[in-house]
């Protein structure tokens, strides 16, 4: 598989020891953002304090619970991004699909979902379902440390989900209890969270 070339230079101040990789990106990209312009205009804050000062996403009030939006309008497709995760912070959540409102300041009850565990420093990453607000392990991901890790999410129209994390294949699940449409929603339970590089489109 083509493997994505991300240059450390499209930040201020790039974070040491980044892992770059990934597929290749297609040409059915429906959005995309870098945060290099320092700004997240066209996200929506949920709840708690968000900065793209340092030319990428992150959850900077230090607040349990903070979570952050941007609309979308289909459930299937892939999702690719960048994420750290200081491990010494608690959990984190990429809700890459999702039934949440702009309104909502809990965060969606149906979606499914990167976390980030500390699990008594476990260090844990695993794809999730949140149902009702119970959540279900899909896959695990293995571990994770504090540098950036480039992630993405396929999901066909049968329901098949498959997980990259650096361009590695980390397994397939067919899940299709819900059919979440409406928005992509980060949440964050401290400071120690940053995302960057966005792609998100059809298969």
Known sequence: ?????????????PASGRTVGGPAIPDSAVWQDDFNDGNYDDWTVLSDSWSAANNYLEND????GSK????????YGY???????DPNFYGSKTHFASDGSASDTTGPSNAYSINHKNENN???RTLDKLVDGTKTELLDLGTYDGNWHT????????GTFTVFVDGEDKGSVVDT???????LVLGADDT???WDNFDVGTL
């Open 68 to 75: 952050i939006a941007r609309l979308r309008e289909y459930a």
């Open 177 to 183: 209890e819900i059919d979440p449409s409406t928005e």
């Open 79 to 85: 999702w690719e991004w960048d994420h750290r995760h």
């Open 1 to 13: 598989m083509a493997r994505r070339t991300v240059s450390v230079n499209d930040r201020t101040a």
């Open 192 to 194: 120690g969270h940053d």
């Open 61 to 64: 009030g230090g607040g349990s």
């Open 151 to 158: 992630y993405r999410v396929e999901r066909e129209d049968d």
């Open 122 to 124: 476990n260090y844990r």
